[in-house]
């Protein structure tokens, strides 16, 4: 296994377009996290899954945000109407519950909002 | 969830060990600490994680005394490719309602030459 991959590295967009990234997490996990990072901060957590089950979402994550995990393999995350303040490093994390709990996260997609 | 306290920044020289302290006052019972790593542009890297004592892996050495309060990161002989930001966390790594991780600002570790 080659670890998480998120898809695109990075992305420009004008304010007011929507975006999707997707993130694939580490095949046999069954917890999925993304997490929002800016400059100079550590990573906020935004939401998880288990499995297909959407768990717990930030206030964070406002009503232009939105993700999904079909089939509780891979993750989407859409931002709907951009706005210059979501530029930042969206990083997807996947663990396995059975033991300690690890999370293990991808390279992050940057995404800058012009 | 326990807040944890690190210093900012730390500056070493190549071959010099290193130790990074967090204070975590408020730890809870079942909370472990847990240290990651993250270089510019890249997600956060699992590094260590320990309850009690001393855990010791091929990268670092976690030092947590007695009363948990707080832990040291030990990282031996560092190299240029360690520069990088640190942070410690805590949290029940057991499962739970959710184990999202919460992150401070970490320690940023400069090595120099």
């Known amino acids: 296994d080659t670890g998480v991959s998120q898809d695109p590295r990075h992305k420009i967009t004008k304010r007011g377009q929507n975006v999707t990234f997707r993130c694939d997490p580490i095949?046999?996990?069954?917890?999925l996290y993304w997490y929002r990072q800016t400059l100079g901060q550590g990573p906020e957590f935004l939401t998880y899954?288990?499995?297909?089950?959407?768990?717990?979402k930030s206030r964070l994550l406002s009503d232009r945000f939105s993700a999904e995990r079909p089939k509780g393999s891979f993750s989407t995350l859409e931002i709907q109407r951009t706005e210059q303040g979501d530029s930042a490093m969206y990083l997807c994390?996947?663990?396995?519950?059975?033991?300690?709990?690890?999370?293990?996260f991808g390279p992050g997609t940057r995404l800058l909002v012009l | 969830l326990a807040k944890t306290t690190q210093p900012i920044s730390m500056d070493s020289y190549e071959g010099q060990e290193v130790n990074i302290t967090c204070s975590h006052n408020?730890?809870?019972?079942?909370?472990?600490i847990t240290w990651y790593q993250q270089f510019p542009s890249q997600g956060p890297r699992f590094i260590i994680q320990?309850?009690?004592t001393k855990v010791t892996n091929e990268v670092a050495s976690l030092f947590i005394p007695a009363d948990r309060k707080s832990s040291t990161l030990s990282l031996p002989r560092v190299s240029l490719s360690d520069t990088a930001v640190y942070y410690c966390?805590?949290?029940?790594?057991?499962?739970?309602?959710?184990?999202?991780?919460?992150f401070g600002t970490g320690t940023l570790l400069a090595v120099q030459p």
């Open positions: 994390a996947s663990s396995w519950t059975r033991d300690r709990e690890t999370q293990y």
């Open positions: 899954f288990q499995n297909e089950a959407q768990l717990e």
């Open positions: 320990g309850y009690k």
């Open positions: 095949s046999e996990h069954n917890r």
């Open positions: 966390l805590v949290g029940d790594v057991y499962g739970g309602a959710t184990n999202k991780l919460i």
């Open positions: 408020n730890i809870a019972t079942n909370d472990y």
